[in-house]
């Protein structure tokens, strides 16, 4: 499948990187690989590592840059910046790009469960492995549901929308978007529900504790920072 993503601030953030020809890049978040082509673009002897968790992903720029030698594809996260290109025997590079946060792929594909526009499977899993939100909806308590809703999403009725999630599973499991999201409808007040969507805020709060995704910027910000040699650039355009 192929994997379209409109690049943030596309030649603002490559500008910043200051490419020099011959250097070592690191494009730690490559989705549709616009960034990475327009770092490639600058580059003759250099070497540009293109890493991402999503396989869709990983196709997509596996795809887009096949015979470029100046061209590395890396499937992981980039919490594990480091350790990957440690293990593909780089130690040292002259600058790190992350485009840090959901892809407008991963939005617009519904089957992927991150909207709450489209009716999917309850998934919002950016690696497309692991636990799923269905599992956590489905399997964590009144105030673990109400401290992710409240601290990743700011929701105002986060106890009041865990509340009902909890009470709803005693009879039957939560497995689509569109069930979570009338669930959510349901146990916010009538004025909530003309301000927007009132599932916006609960579904990226379920997906960052999904994706585990500040934990992963935290170590992922850290390993960019080691990695870059003195005089190195980070860019991030989110």
Same mark, same amino acid.
């Given at each position: 499948?192929?994997f379209?993503?409109?690049s943030?601030?596309?030649?603002? @953030?490559?500008?910043?990187?200051?490419? =020099?020809?011959d250097?070592?890049?690191?494009?730690?978040?490559?989705?549709?690989?616009? $960034?990475? @082509?327009?770092?490639?673009?600058?580059? /003759?002897?250099?070497t540009?590592?293109?890493?991402?968790?999503?396989?869709d992903a990983? @196709?997509?720029? /596996?795809e887009r840059f096949?015979?470029?030698?100046?061209s +590395?594809?890396? *499937?992981?996260?980039?919490?594990?910046?480091?350790?990957?290109?440690?293990?593909?025997?780089?130690?040292?590079?002259?600058?790190?790009?992350?485009?840090?946060?959901?892809?407008? $792929?991963?939005?617009?594909?519904?089957?992927?469960?991150?909207?709450?526009?489209?009716? @999917?499977?309850?998934?919002m899993?950016?690696?497309?492995?692991? *636990?799923?939100?269905?599992?956590?909806?489905?399997t964590l308590?009144?105030?673990?549901?109400?401290?992710?809703?409240?601290l990743?999403?700011?929701?105002?009725y986060?106890y009041?929308?865990?509340?009902?999630?909890?009470?709803?599973?005693? /009879?039957? +499991?939560?497995? /689509?978007t569109? *069930?979570?999201?009338e669930?959510i409808?349901?146990?916010?007040?009538?004025?909530v529900r =003309?301000?927007? $969507?009132?599932? +916006?805020?609960?579904?990226?709060?379920?997906?960052?504790?999904v994706? $585990?995704?500040l934990?992963?910027?935290?170590?992922g910000l850290?390993?960019?920072?080691?990695?870059?040699?003195?005089?190195?650039?980070?860019?991030?355009?989110?």
């Amino acid at each position: 499948m192929e994997f379209n993503h409109v690049s943030v601030l596309l030649n603002e @953030a490559v500008d910043s990187l200051n490419i =020099r020809e011959d250097g070592i890049y690191v494009d730690g978040t490559a989705g549709g690989g616009g $960034h990475s @082509a327009a770092i490639l673009s600058r580059l /003759t002897t250099g070497t540009l590592y293109s890493i991402d968790q999503d396989p869709d992903a990983i @196709a997509t720029v /596996t795809e887009r840059f096949r015979g470029d030698s100046r061209s +590395r594809i890396i *499937e992981g996260n980039f919490g594990d910046m480091r350790r990957l290109l440690n293990d593909v025997g780089v130690e040292a590079v002259d600058g790190v790009l992350l485009d840090i946060g959901v892809s407008s $792929h991963q939005l617009d594909e519904g089957s992927r469960g991150f909207s709450y526009h489209v009716d @999917a499977p309850l998934d919002m899993r950016m690696s497309q492995s692991g *636990e799923t939100a269905a599992d956590l909806v489905n399997t964590l308590s009144v105030g673990e549901l109400s401290r992710i809703l409240s601290l990743y999403g700011e929701e105002k009725y986060a106890y009041s929308i865990a509340k009902g999630i909890v009470r709803y599973r005693e /009879t039957k +499991r939560i497995e /689509t978007t569109l *069930e979570l999201a009338e669930l959510i409808k349901d146990n916010v007040p009538q004025k909530v529900r =003309r301000d927007g $969507h009132p599932a +916006r805020k609960s579904f990226q709060a379920i997906r960052i504790a999904v994706n $585990h995704e500040l934990d992963v910027l935290e170590s992922g910000l850290q390993g960019a920072f080691e990695l870059l040699r003195k005089g190195g650039r980070f860019s991030a355009p989110s």
